[in-house]
Antibody
Framework: EVQLVESGGGLVQPGGSLTLSCVAS????????MSWVRQAPGKGLEWVSV???????YYADSVKGRFTISRDNPKNTLYLHMNSLRAEDTALYYC??????????????WGHGTLVTVSS | EIVMTQSPAILSVSPGERATLSCRAS??????LAWYQQKPGQAPRLLIY???TRATGIPARFSGSGSGTEFTLTISSLQSEDFAVYYC????????FGQGTKVDNK
């Protein structure tokens, strides 16, 4: 059974940093495209970043230069390193597996999300 | 960026009725369009991809149609468990989502 479990969210001051983790089970992170998608409170969905199976990484313009996506294959874990956080980064951050179309960024499995709040 | 616009924002439907949700893309996305369902406190669930292909385990009452810039999600006979927010998402370019349509009980 495919499962994604995020952790690492919390309250952080503007300008601060935070690292989110997503532990996967039931499949191999390194063999799949993996994304982070966020949802501000009461708002819609926004794609944040993707890491391809080959290791290439891509980011939404809103986080480019501030966020870094990475993975640890032996731990089967996806990460999102977030720097220079802003109030507008406040959201529930979901880890998602890209699928079922190989090479296309749509999402067939999602975690439950971890909440990031940026506030002084 | 491809902008996705969903209508209506809120759709009030009675159980057993048909629900029709619309999604428009600011530029053509071919059939690279997905629909998701999100219930309160839950993650989104993939319903439809390729504009019209149901994802694994999705009931046949959900159907999708369209190509290019105009897309439709139809729920043929609404069940109580279908009250939720529905999002469309294009994946022809970097992924973008619509703002959502909330389906609530009339």
């Amino acid at each position: 059974e495919v499962q994604l479990v995020e952790s690492g969210g919390g309250l952080v001051q503007p300008g601060g940093s935070l690292t989110l983790s997503c532990v996967a089970s039931g499949f191999t992170v390194g063999n799949n495209y993996m994304s982070w998608v966020r949802q501000a409170p009461g708002k819609g969905l926004e794609w944040v970043s993707v890491i391809h199976s080959g290791g290439n990484t891509y980011y939404a313009d809103s986080v480019k230069g501030r966020f870094t996506i990475s993975r640890d294959n032996p731990k089967n874990t996806l990460y999102l390193h977030m720097n220079s956080l802003r109030a507008e980064d406040t959201a529930l951050y979901y880890c998602a597996r890209d699928g079922p179309i190989v090479g296309a960024t749509l999402f067939d499995y999602w975690g439950h999300g971890t909440l990031v709040t940026v506030s002084s | 960026e491809i902008v996705m616009t969903q209508s209506p924002a809120i759709l009030s439907v009675s159980p057993g009725e048909r629900a029709t949700l619309s999604c428009r893309a600011s530029q053509g996305v071919s059939s690279n369009l997905a629909w998701y369902q999100q219930k309160p406190g839950q993650a989104p669930r993939l319903l439809i991809y390729g504009a019209s292909t149901r994802a694994t385990g999705i009931p046949a009452r959900f159907s999708g149609s369209g190509s290019g810039t105009e897309f439709t999600l139809t729920i043929s006979s609404l069940q109580s468990e279908d009250f939720a927010v529905y999002y469309c998402q294009q994946y022809n370019g970097w992924p973008t989502f619509g703002q959502g349509t909330k389906v609530d009980n009339k």
